[in-house]
């Protein structure tokens, strides 16, 4: 049961480049989310998606793209990468809406943007 | 909007210490409140929730209480070790994407 995936682990870009994460979960959950995780800052949510072709803006959005074109995979790309982007994203997905559902959380992928 | 407040790390403790980690809430209705914890490299896991007042989450000798009256979800455990140092989080659900704290990192010190 290999439960939620993210690659690459660590990843080194220059400023401008594009770069996709992905995330791979194997549980067939309904919500995937994207966050980033930052010193000072905890965690902040930068995509959700309910369902396939079904995604919504979290509170930093901005410099990302998201897709989710098969219920498992939830890419995130960030267009043209800038030094503000370097952080640890973390991907994780949980069966229902309902609160109190456990959320899963991937490994996470560091990446540094130069 | 929602929000969660939790204390301000580091905190250091030596082994088989008393831990409290406060944690407090702002959300209408009723949420249901989780601690993650994230050991050093790894991702977040869950490690205790609470969906109702007055509900006691518990796991691996740690226990929160969920307080509608003081909307709060302290932390605690009555002895730590070692393998407990890790960054904490507690986070609040309205059938929303989880909002979370700001993390308390713990060390504990043989």
């Known amino acids: 049961d290999a439960g939620i995936t993210q690659s690459p682990r660590y990843k080194i870009t220059e400023t401008g480049r594009q770069v996709t994460l992905m995330c791979h979960q194997t549980?067939?959950?309904?919500?995937m989310f994207w966050y980033r995780q930052d010193l000072g800052h905890g965690l902040r949510l930068i995509y959700y998606?309910?369902?396939?072709?079904?995604?919504d803006k979290g509170e930093v959005p901005d410099g990302y793209v998201v897709s989710r074109s098969k219920t498992e995979n939830f890419p995130l790309t960030l267009e043209s990468a800038t030094r503000s982007q370097t952080s640890v994203y973390f991907c994780?997905?949980?069966?229902?809406?309902?609160?109190?559902?456990?959320?899963?959380f991937g490994p996470g992928t560091r990446l540094t943007v130069l | 909007g929602d929000s969660v407040t939790q204390m301000e790390g580091p905190v250091t403790l030596s082994e088989e210490a008393f831990l409290t980690i406060n944690c407090t809430y702002t959300?209408?209705?009723?949420?249901?409140l989780f601690w993650y914890v994230q050991y050093p490299g790894e991702g977040l896991q869950l490690l205790l929730k609470?969906?109702?007042?007055?509900d006691k989450g518990s796991n691996k000798g740690f226990e929160a209480t969920y307080r509608k009256e003081t909307t709060s979800f302290h932390l605690e455990k009555g002895s730590v070790q070692v393998s407990d140092s890790a960054v904490y989080f507690c986070?609040?659900?309205?059938?929303?994407?989880?909002?979370f704290g700001k993390g308390t990192r713990l060390s504990v010190i043989a």
């Open positions: 609470a969906t109702k007042a007055d």
């Open positions: 994780a997905s949980n069966f229902d809406r309902q609160h109190g559902d456990t959320q899963y």
């Open positions: 959300a209408t209705g009723y949420p249901s």
């Open positions: 549980w067939s959950h309904s919500y």
């Open positions: 986070a609040l659900s309205r059938n929303t994407p989880l909002v």
């Open positions: 998606s309910a369902a396939a072709d079904i995604t």
